[in-house]
């Protein structure tokens, strides 16, 4: 059993009139912020928004990259050319450094987003140009990755800090996988239920997967997403049980 976890989530993803998330409310239970960059969600009025609500909040701020994906909120896969996907992660932590600057904060760390995040857990040639791109701009930032998967171990390799992540309304494979979004029971929507599984993974090391095994995972923080239905409620009702189990929430990385 661990007795601190990190609790994250993706914030900074409204768009001109169109808003997502409530990103005022969920920086007051979390402890990391996962912010648009502007390639998949975010502008910049907001996002400049969110990194002054998060310093506010004493909330660890990171770059939460993607493919160029504004139409499909980056959940599309995309082969994009090794020097052009380091460009891009490149240049997205670059301007969420200058307006974390102008909020008077910083970017400790990057958590790539959407299909790009679940392309590099095992494409190594994206994960590669991933991890150029932060090596390139700032190899003190850490990577966020899937709990078990190998880009941990290649960002390892190349000299980077990395975090494990478990995802709290997403099903698991008895792999430790996260379910494909397109099957029936991937997202988990129930706010006891999630945080109850979250308490078990962090004193028993593992949850149950999708058939009912368990299955290990080893997590140094926990996501909930927050474009979720009831996001909210989720994160509150993880941080409350877990504080009540003797569990500290606090960043992996202080802003």
Request: net charge negative.
């Amino acid at each position: 059993m661990i007795n601190t976890i990190d609790l994250n989530s993706d914030l900074g993803e409204s768009f001109g009139q169109w808003r997502m998330g409530e990103d005022e409310e969920i920086l007051g239970v979390i402890s990391s912020a996962n912010i648009a960059c502007g390639f998949h969600a975010g502008d910049p009025v907001g996002i400049l928004q969110t990194l002054k609500l998060a310093q506010k909040n004493d909330v660890a701020i990171g770059a939460h990259v993607s493919y160029p994906d504004l139409v499909g909120f980056g959940r599309r896969k995309m082969e994009i050319a090794n020097h052009e996907l380091t460009a891009d992660v490149i240049y997205q932590i670059g301007a969420l450094q200058g307006l974390a600057a102008a909020a008077g904060s910083k970017v400790s760390y990057v958590k790539p987003h959407g299909a790009l995040y679940n392309t590099i857990a095992n494409d190594e040639y994206q994960g590669l140009a991933v991890i150029e791109g932060i090596l390139a701009i700032d190899p003190n930032l850490a990577l966020v990755g899937l709990a078990g998967s190998n880009i941990l171990k290649l960002a390892q390799e190349k000299g980077l800090r990395t975090i494990a992540e478990a995802f709290a309304d997403r099903a698991y494979t008895s792999q430790g996988e996260l379910v494909s979004r397109r099957e029936i029971g991937s997202v988990l929507h129930d706010a006891d239920r999630v945080a109850q599984r979250m308490l078990q993974l962090v004193t028993e090391g593992g949850i149950a997967s999708i058939d009912g095994k368990f299955t290990p995972i080893q997590a140094d923080s926990i996501c909930v997403h927050g474009d979720s239905p009831g996001a909210l409620e989720m994160a509150k009702r993880i941080k409350a049980i877990l504080q009540q189990a003797g569990i500290t929430i606090r960043p992996f990385i202080h802003s």
